[in-house]
């Protein structure tokens, strides 16, 4: 197997994370012109110690800290110099692409790779699991811009939103994920349509499928992703799928299984309870069962 590894740059360790994340933020556009109190980088690291501490107050116990004793864990941990506001963490970053910050997602997925970490990821086939769903992560009926995503309410009323398609390698039994490079859920130019979460997720498959397809992957998704197009665009990234396929919303498929089942063409699995201290049979009333050669109907969905 070939991965593209950029070997200059093995975030292993977590100084090495940071010191890698800031060679990427530090790179981040800045509007400003003139004399500046805070860098791009101490708004950016900010930020995502927020985040990686997941204690929305982090930032004010820091400056209270750095007051009061001189020092602050925002400096030895992160990095940080100076401890911008939210508002000015908010005003600095607000105008950086997302796109800039994609490159680390890579390279900690090639990081782990190169350390054989990813080894205990594999799964059905060795493959790794990529499950792909969408979050939405704003949502208004007043507040808006031009990427929002826009639904019309049969009272009238309309919701404005953020959302965004989040594909993470899985493994059964682990609670750890591994996130990859998400795709943001918004009006794309030159299509008058709405963006959906399908269009992004192919959109993410188009992108950076091609990345990701020596590592052998299975793509997982819920039902709302198990359509004909999708289904194609995965198999043409050279990725297989395992997508939730309900029986109200794939009538045809349903009847085509039942009349397999009839002529004894459905199989039956072992129906090994993965993750288990030992292989076990699953606690399911009945073994899951699976049919080969199935057609899936062409759907007219985006
Ligand atoms: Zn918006």
Redesign the pocket.
Known sequence: MSFPFQANLRPDTFNRLVEYLRSVVERFPDERTGETTYSMADAALGAFSVFFTQSPSFLDFQRNLQLTKGCNNALTLFGIQRIPTDNQTRNLLDPVPPSAVLPVFAAVVETLHAGGQLEAYRSINDDLLVAIDGTRY?SSDKI?????SVTQHKNGSIT?S?SVVTPVIVAPGSTRVIPLEPEFITPQDGHKKQDCENAAAKRWLVQFGSHYRPLGITVLGDDLYCKQPLCEAIRREGMNFILVCKPDSHKTLYEWVAGLAATNEVQTTKGILWGAPRPCLPPWRSPPQYASSIWMIPSNGC
């Not at 808006?144 to 929002?148: E, I, R, T, V, W």
Request: aromatic share 24%; proline share 0%; glycine share 0%.
């Open positions: 704003f808006h811009c031009d990427q929002c404005y953020h």
